[in-house]
C-alpha cells in the first residue's frame, strides 16, 4: 500500500511541477509533507533526507553573490564579455556557455550558475534580448562541464567514495566524453537558439560604448568581495586536504563577508532565493519517501535481473537507465541507491570500473533532461523567474532532452571502445 501511494505522490507531484500552472516551491513542500502526514516517511526519517550541505551551499553561495552585485562586479565583467565577443549574441551564448563548463569542472555546478547568472542576465537586458537562451545553455554546459571532476557534481563525490577514484581518475576517464559532449551540445544550441537571437544594431552599438569601469559603485566593496570570493573557490579546490564540507566553506566565506563588508545582515539575506532552498527541501523530502519505499531499488533490482552476466548490457544500460532516471528524481537519492547495485554486479563476477563510469556520466548528464533533474537547473529557473523571465517546465524539456539524448549516445560510443570492445 505504501508503495502504490508513494508513488501517486511523486507522480502528481512530478506533474504539476511538470504543468506550470502553480507554484513550484508550494507543490514541491506539499508533496514531501504529504509523505510524512500519510505515514510513508516518519518526520526524522524526512528530514534526515534533506540534504543540508546542498542547502547551506546554496544559500552561502547567494549571500556572496549578493553583496557582490552591489558593487557593479557583474556589470563590468558582462560589458568586457559583450565587448570580446563584438555584441554577437550566438559567439557570446557559445562563450559563456563554455566558461561556465569549464568553471563547473572545478567548482560545484550550483555555485558556478550562481555566479554567471547575474552576469548573463544583465548582458540580455543590455541587448534587449531574452536571457532564457543563454541561461539554458548555461546549465545544460555547467551540468556537462561537471561530469569531467570528481568535484563537479555530486553524484561524482559519492561514486569517488565508493570507488576509490580520485579527482586524477575522473579527469582523465571522463574528460574526454565531456569534451566531445560539450562541442555536440554547442552545435545543437546553435540550431535551436539561433532564430532568438537577434540583436538590432542600435543596442548593439549602444552596448559596445558602454565603459566598464563606470559601473563599478563600490571599488572598497569590490576588493573585499573578490578577496573573499577568491578565498572559497580555493577553499572548493581544497575541501579534501582541508577536511571540510563545502556548505562549510560557503558559508564561512559569506559570513566573513558580512563582516568586513559591513552590511546589515538583514537586508542581505533578504536577497536569498527562499523560494529556491524550500523547493529543494520538499523535493528531498519527496525523493526520500520514494526511496523508503523501494522504488528505486526495485528499478536497480530489475537491471540486475535484464542483465544477467554480460558486462557491456550491464555497462550501457546502466548508463542510460541512470541518464532517464536522473532526469525524473535528483541525481543525488539515485546515486545513492544505485552505490550498492554496481557492488553487487561486482560480486556477481562483473568488472565495476566501466559501471562506476557508466553510473557517473548517467547521473550526472541525465540531470539536464528536465527543469527538476538537477541543482543547477532548478536556481536559475528561480533567478531567471525572478528577473521576470520564467523558464518552463516544457520550454527547458525541449532543448534538455535533445542534449541528454546526444550525450547519453556519445558516452554510449565512448565506453563500448573504452571499456568493452
Known sequence: MDVLLAAA??????????SDRVDRTAVALLGGLAMVGLRIIDQDTAFAAIDLNVIFLLAGMMILAGILRRTGFFQLVAIRAVKIAAADPMRLLIVLGLVTALLSAFLDNVTTVVLVAPVTLYIAKSLRVSPVPFLVSEVLASNIGGTATLIGDPPNILIGSASGYGFVDFLVTLGPPVVLILLACAVILRFVFAPDLEVHAE??????ALDEREVITDPRLLRISLAVVGATLVGFLFQQPLGLGSATIALLGATVLILLARVDPVDVFAEIEWPTLFFFVGLFMLVGGVVRVGLVASAADLLLRLTGHDQAVATIGLLWLSGIAS???DNIPYTTAMIP?????????????????SLALGASLGGNATLVGAS????????AARAGHPIGFGTFLRYGILVVACS?????VYLWFRFLA
Open 9 to 18: 505522490i511523486f507522480l502528481v507531484t512530478y506533474a504539476l511541477v511538470a
Open 327 to 329: 532526469g525524473v528524481i
Open 376 to 383: 543547477a537547473n532548478i536556481v536559475v529557473a528561480n533567478l
Open 341 to 357: 547495485v554496481v557492488e553487487r554486479l561486482g560480486q556477481n563476477g562483473l568488472a565495476t570500473e566501466p559501471l562506476w563510469w
Open 203 to 208: 543596442a548593439r552599438e549602444r552596448v559596445l
Open 408 to 412: 547519453l549516445a556519445i558516452s554510449s
